[in-house]
């Protein structure tokens, strides 16, 4: 079953960190990202009939990349409860490209129906199977959300929203940083909360 | 032991998809007392979560991702409180390239549950849903279940016995402070005199709060003298959203028994 697989893959293995194997908090790390501010990094990526879709092909529009597994059970909260394609079709309406990226081992077996049994609306869904664009974001979780400005700048990097439960319930009453990040954009206003910590699955990579 | 007085219910999983109902199913949760609880009384409850072979569960601060166990009272009479869940030590665990912390095997969290005097024993049970996130090597797994506590026949425990991974708050004799520097945290501790710091290798340090230091980086540990100890911490890359002022709490690990730390949160 596709979408097993494709869950199977995104859930990482799991083992115990040695002290001595962890960063030592002094040394600085040469990590890429993507964090507010910054100008977004560049990406060609295919999507699933094959068409590649650079980063530059959208200059000028207000681009959101949504790293995505639908096997994992927090994607599953907002996409079964249909809160996910809700702002899908609420953002393109008012002419934002809305990019969900598939990254790593996710990609393996990844196809067409698990996004149509998603119920997905996104403008299009593109496949990292390096793992480098993901890299280069530092998505970190299925959903990680990234909201890049007409300029190419990353304005708003995290969570979809504050509840870090997998309850579908919880979505109500959670803040909503797409959302406002997104408001704020199309306004033409700062986005307050521009950095957040995501929350769902690792991704693999 | 007394089987029937405390009962798990049917897990009650979040979700349901292929394959996770596997992993749910072998995540155990079982309920204990230290004693019956009577009026004016207040008794020790101890919270066993199991979760299934390579599988780990979250601490209060996860890290990187995950959330941690938790548990929801449902019907608490009038005159009856119970604490906030008290969390053993962690270990660092990796959950993929993520760093988390969390716990494997079975691991005892506990409360106190109080009754004032005027308290009368229900008919009916005390009832809570335990909920958690379970990941192993193949998939993460949110689950619940629902427990129950028989008000003068629990499932008991040996209090005496309890859990030596719990940490202890440390007395008033310990001083600590922490400061802004750059990137970093510096934690400093100074221990009441005839105490000693074992070496920095055996130390370790987690920070109930999440947000504040970085999950990915080990602290450094620097002995200054024998009962004083500068910790310095890489600085999460989110907000903390504290405020100058507030408490922040860590459990610094190593010692016998290890010690919570609460300190005022400085402006950042």
């Given at each position: 079953m596709k979408l097993v697989a494709g869950f199977t893959a995104l859930m990482t293995a799991t083992g115990t960190l040695q002290a001595d194997e962890a960063k030592p908090a002094a040394k600085e790390m040469s990590k890429m990202s993507a964090n507010p501010g910054e100008v977004a990094p560049a990406f060609t990526l295919k999507d699933l009939s094959g068409e590649e879709h650079s980063l530059s092909d959208f200059k000028g529009e207000t681009v959101v990349l949504e790293w995505v597994n639908y096997g994992c059970p927090f994607v599953k909260k907002h996409y079964g409860s249909g809160n996910m394609q809700k702002l899908q079709e609420t953002y393109k309406g008012q002419d934002v490209v809305w990019l969900s990226v598939v990254s790593g081992k996710t990609t393996e077996g990844f196809s067409q129906s698990s996004a149509d049994e998603a119920g997905s609306k996104a403008t299009a869904i593109l496949l990292d199977p390096t793992g480098e664009t993901g890299k280069d974001y530092d998505a970190k979780t299925t959903p990680h959300i990234f909201v890049i400005n007409t300029k190419g700048e990353v304005v708003y990097n995290g969570a979809i929203d504050s509840n870090s439960s997998?309850?579908?319930?919880d979505i109500e009453g959670a803040e909503k940083y797409v959302v406002e990040a997104l408001d704020a954009v199309l306004a033409g206003e700062e986005v307050k909360t521009a950095k957040t910590k995501p929350y769902g699955c690792s991704v693999k990579y | 032991m007394n089987r029937d007085s405390v009962q798990a219910l049917v897990g009650a999983g979040i979700l349901s998809v292929a394959g996770q109902s596997v992993a749910q199913e072998k995540t155990s949760v079982e309920l204990f007392a230290s004693s019956p609880i009577e009026a004016g009384q207040t008794v020790r409850l101890k919270l066993t979560v199991t979760p299934s072979a390579g599988a780990h569960v979250y601490y209060l601060n996860p890290g990187e991702m995950g959330f941690p166990v938790e548990v929801a009272w449902e019907n608490l009479p009038e005159g009856v409180s119970v604490s906030d869940l008290e969390f053993p030590v962690p270990h660092r665990v990796s959950t993929g390239d993520l760093s988390t912390y969390g716990y494997e095997g079975p691991t005892h969290f506990y409360a106190n549950l109080s009754a004032t005097q005027a308290f009368e024993v229900p008919a009916e049970p005390l009832r809570a849903t335990v909920s958690w996130l379970a990941c192993t090597d193949a998939q993460c797994v949110p689950g619940s279940q629902g427990v129950e506590f028989a008000w003068s026949a629990p499932q008991t425990?040996?209090?005496?016995?309890?859990?030596?991974?719990l940490p202890v708050a440390a007395g008033g004799d310990w001083e600590t402070s922490l400061a802004r520097e750059g990137e970093t945290w510096v934690l400093t501790v100074k221990a009441p005199a005839g105490f000693e710091f074992p070496a920095p290798k055996s130390l370790d340090l987690f920070c109930e709060?999440?947000?504040?230091?970085?999950?990915?980086r080990k602290p450094e540990f620097e002995r200054?003298?024998?009962r004083t100890l500068r910790v310095v911490l890489a600085a999460?890359?989110?907000?903390?959203?504290k405020k100058a002022g507030e408490e922040v709490t860590f459990v610094l690990a190593g010692l016998s028994p290890a010690r919570k730390l609460k300190c005022a949160f400085p402006s950042e």
């Open positions: 997998a309850n579908p319930a | 425990f040996d209090e005496s016995e309890e859990d030596k991974g709060d999440s947000n504040i230091e970085d999950p990915t200054q003298d024998e999460s890359e989110y907000p903390s959203g």
